[in-house]
């Protein structure tokens, strides 16, 4: 699974594709999400642009979302407090993942 939660916290793991045209949910793969960043690597641009995105994705303050990993690399991990909203909105998205799979 792509996320887990541990101790009331939510890790994320991303596979994240910069200088992308836009910045978008690409789909997901058993590891990992899959996420195109409109932000080039550069000076962490398509890092912040990674949380701004998966703030408004996930419905989570983007100060309540660390880097936990892959600071200069395309694998990232993120951590959050879990929520109940954060929940739903992880089971929705991975039930509208798979849908969108089998379409």
Known sequence: MWYTN??????????????????????ATEQELLISIHAKPHHGEANSELINYLAHLLQVPKTRIILQRGEHSKH?????PLTNTLEQT???????????YFR
């Open 76 to 80: 990232k991990q993120v951590l959050m």
């Open 90 to 100: 992880l089971k929705d998205l991975q039930i509208n993942l798979i849908h969108s």
């Open 6 to 27: 541990k101790n009331q916290q939510v890790i994320v793991r991303i596979l994240a594709k910069p200088n992308a045209k836009k910045t978008l949910l690409l789909g």
